[in-house]
């Protein structure tokens, strides 16, 4: 099935830094979500995006849903140790079903 | 609330046993969905059900694997003969509806061909 374009892979940073990432897709989504998975526990959903130009906020992170609506982006503010994990995004396709396809995962790591 | 709950967290089996992994989705969702994930090849869509109907299956890997949803509250993946390869953390999400709502997992059956 179709894999998103996320990117970077990893990211080694300091507390107290930002993050940032993002996906791209070659097909136009109706949907974003973003999503951080901790080892031996399944996604939990961080961000949900409705419409394109949507900024959404949750705390610390605050994610954006791309015009084109083929890309998103997902910034942290001010890491901290617990944002140790895998980030994924997932789009909603419209055309095929509106099945969600996944991002190959960010991992983040938070230097104390 | 409740989330997704699936059973067992964990499964460890010999080649050519069968498994079973259970499913229980959100109250009220109408679609539930099951993934696969392994690091080679992350998350991948085995099959989905809306109102308790396979929509699509072409994700299943072989005849090996089934997947029913008897009610709104239950949904069983089985793979028969089981095989080393089939090891992988398998995943249970729920949905209200397929174009609507956001995608909710549960804590995944990590399971162990031996």
């Known amino acids: 099935g179709q894999q998103l374009n996320q990117s970077p892979q990893s990211m080694f940073i300091q507390e107290g830094e930002d993050v940032s990432m993002n996906c791209t897709s070659s097909?136009?989504?109706?949907?974003w979500l973003w999503y951080k998975q901790d080892p031996g526990e399944g996604p939990v959903l961080l961000i949900a995006?409705?419409?394109?130009?949507e900024l959404t906020s949750n705390g610390r992170l605050t994610a954006q849903f791309g015009i084109t609506r083929k890309d998103s982006f997902l910034n942290i503010s001010a890491s901290i140790p617990s944002d140790v994990g895998i980030y994924f995004c997932a789009g909603r396709d419209p055309n095929t079903g509106n099945q969600f396809y996944f991002g190959t995962g960010t991992s983040l790591t938070v230097i104390p | 609330d409740a989330g997704v709950i699936q059973s067992p967290r964990h499964e460890v089996t010999e080649m050519g046993q069968e498994v079973t992994l259970r499913c229980k989705p959100i109250?009220?969702?109408?679609?539930l969905f099951w993934y696969r994930q392994t690091m080679m090849r992350g998350l991948e869509l085995l099959i989905y059900f809306n109102n308790n109907v396979p929509i699509d299956d072409s994700g299943m890997p072989e005849d090996r694997f089934s997947a029913k949803m008897p009610n709104a509250s239950f949904s069983t993946l089985k793979i028969q003969p089981s095989e080393p390869r089939d090891s992988a953390v398998y995943f249970c999400?729920?949905?209200?509806?397929?174009?609507?709502?956001?995608?909710?997992f549960g804590e995944g059956s990590r399971l162990t061909v031996l």
């Open positions: 109250s009220g969702h109408n679609s």
């Open positions: 097909s136009i989504f109706n949907t």
């Open positions: 999400a729920s949905s209200l509806g397929l174009s609507t709502g956001e995608l909710f």
């Open positions: 995006l409705y419409k394109a130009g």
